[in-house]
């Protein structure tokens, strides 16, 4: 009984207080959302952009229907490439660009020379 009363004691010692209510973080202002949004389209318009941008000091010919004719011999061709990677030699070397479309297209469109050329059978009908 003697610890009961001591417990007794020693729990009346402490006293009640109300709770609080649990306080928010400061919501982030809209303006700041929208800040941080717009920094981000802007970086990404840039970045476009400057992937985007024209080579000017590759030299373009005047008109397309001598752009084969410009073409050097020397030129290096490599073999079928992807769609980025003609992207970027595009960008970075118009010639020899212009050397693989036209390496390329030999090797696709039917040639116009020779016996078995899509000339001479067309020419015969």
């Keep these: 009984m003697r610890n009961d009363d001591e417990l007794e ?40 952009l400057w992937y985007a941008r024209p080579d000017r000091d590759a030299v373009r010919p005047a008109s397309p229907a001598l752009a084969f004719e410009t073409v050097p011999a020397t030129a290096q061709v490599t073999a079928t490439m992807n769609a980025f990677a003609l992207t970027r030699l595009a960008l970075e070397d118009d010639g020899r660009f212009r050397a693989q479309m036209a390496a390329e297209s030999r090797m696709v469109l039917p040639t116009l020379h020779g016996e ?5 059978v067309l020419a015969k009908d």
Excluded at 12 to 30: D, K, N, Q
Excluded at 116 to 120: G, H, V
């Design 9 to 48: 004691k020693y729990l009346s010692e402490f006293r009640l207080r109300a709770v609080r209510p649990l306080e928010r973080p400061p919501a982030t202002s809209a303006s700041r959302t929208r800040l941080a949004v717009a920094a981000v389209v802007l970086l990404c318009a840039g970045i476009g």
């Design 116 to 120: 078995q050329s899509m000339l001479r």
